[in-house]
């Protein structure tokens, strides 16, 4: 019990240094063998940072605990997605402990949780349009993200490449990126793109769940094919920037074209596997495969609905015939899904199913081209990770199921990373060998 107030007396302190987020080293994991050689460039040395008391409870329950630790803290961990700057915008403060009810993130919890780098999403409702306000919205949400973060500049940082990433993680700093979620808010320009980019944007998720001028969605009635030649021209004008591309919420022409036009790797920022869990927003075995052809990296999504796999093929069929088919508006689509679930009772999605997402993605895309991408702070989370304190079980839990370190490495930052350096490269190319 005064182990609970002195948690809950936590919950309002600001944070006033990276080092005063994390407790000192707890002795009983003093003994556990040295990191490994890192050859992925996937690491940043961090120490665990887990409460002491959680942690002696995490070792009487099983010893591989001090091997989970080791490993998750030592690891660069780097989130694709988080959709927390909606909640900056609406007066949350980044620096201060809140309840995971609250939201899923802020800068204490993402020391205790391990998680070193997150894109921050710069979601832009499709409500807004491609004109002016959308731009608007995306700018102001920027602004706020790198004014929360230039006040907490001794435990947090903006991250605009991946060396960044790991300079700033290596220092004992968290590392901010922005990706912009849902392609409508660059107004159809790439004169907006190249601002954006200016601004901070490192990717963009190239539809929301609305088509746009561009490049269809996966939750609307297509109206190009997948993408029309502005859409073409976008992806190019991102290759020469260096933004990654990123097809979660396409519709699967728009991947597929995309796949054929880009020169640098993709991502799928946000997405779990369709084979598991038969929504339109999850990856088919076959575009994994082309992913994986292309260097890319699908970084699991926790949405709960996304992974539940009591979302069985007769179930899903019975949501898509309510909504009309796969190919209609789909905008609609959670509000289905919950509406069936509740008429047969089926549970919460698990951690378990996250595990077996990431399982099934590296068994069919290879473990070079699996990452994370949770959707805290936009989405319902599975039981078990309720927000980003839970990350080390995603790592214990691989381990369990014979990852080696190397290959944890990679999962938990290390893919994506590299993919961010190709984008990089890329663009250096094309600028020295302009058409």
Request: proline share 5%; charged share 20%; net charge negative.
């Amino acid at each position: 019990m005064i182990r609970l107030l002195l948690v809950m007396s936590l919950s309002v302190l600001p944070v006033t240094a990276c080092r005063s987020q994390q407790p000192e080293a707890d002795p009983s994991t003093s003994t556990t063998p040295p990191p490994a050689t890192d050859t992925t460039g996937a690491t940043d040395g961090g120490a665990i940072a887990l409460p002491a008391w959680r942690q002696h409870l995490l070792l009487r329950e099983d010893e591989r605990w001090a091997e989970a630790l080791r490993i998750h803290f030592n690891a660069l961990v780097v989130d694709g997605h988080v959709d927390t700057p909606m909640h900056l915008l609406d007066g949350y403060e980044l620096g201060r402990r809140h309840r995971a009810f609250e939201a899923h993130i802020d800068l204490p919890r993402l020391f205790e949780g391990g998680l070193d780098a997150a894109f921050f999403s710069i979601y832009v409702p499709a409500a807004l349009g491609e004109g002016a306000a959308a731009v608007r919205r995306a700018r102001a949400m920027i602004a706020e993200v790198r004014r929360q973060v230039a006040a907490l500049a001794d435990s947090v940082e903006m991250a605009f490449s991946a060396a960044d990433v790991r300079r700033i993680t290596r220092a004992g700093k968290k590392a901010v990126l922005l990706g912009l979620e849902g392609g409508h808010a660059l107004a159809a320009s790439p004169d907006t793109l190249a601002a954006l980019y200016a601004a901070g944007i490192r990717y963009v998720t190239l539809t929301h769940v609305n088509t746009n001028a561009w490049a269809d969605a996966s939750q609307t009635p297509p109206r190009h094919g997948g993408l029309n030649e502005l859409g073409r021209t976008m992806i190019r004008t991102m290759n020469r920037l260096g933004v990654l591309v990123d097809l979660s919420h396409t519709a699967d022409a728009t991947f597929y074209d995309a796949l054929a036009v880009s020169e640098a790797p993709v991502i799928l920022s946000h997405s779990s596997t369709r084979a598991l869990t038969d929504v339109v927003r999850n990856a088919s075995d076959d575009m994994l495969r082309a992913l994986a052809t292309h260097g890319g990296v699908i970084l699991i999504n926790f949405h709960e609905p996304s992974v539940n796999r009591h979302l069985t093929p007769e179930v899903m069929d019975e949501v898509y015939r309510r909504l009309g088919g796969r190919t209609g508006d789909l905008r609609g689509l959670w509000n289905t899904i919950a509406e069936v679930r509740r008429e047969r009772g089926l549970p919460r999605a698990t951690l378990d199913d996250v595990l077996a997402h990431i399982d099934h993605a590296v068994r069919v895309a290879g473990i070079d081209h699996v990452g994370l991408g949770s959707d805290f702070d936009g989405a319902p989370m599975p039981a078990g990770l309720d927000d980003v304190t839970r990350l080390p079980w995603i790592t214990y839990g691989l381990l369990r199921r014979g990852y080696t370190e190397t290959d944890l490495y990679k999962l938990l930052g290390g893919n994506v990373l590299r993919v961010l350096e190709a984008a990089e490269t890329t663009a250096r190319r094309m600028a020295a060998s302009p058409e």
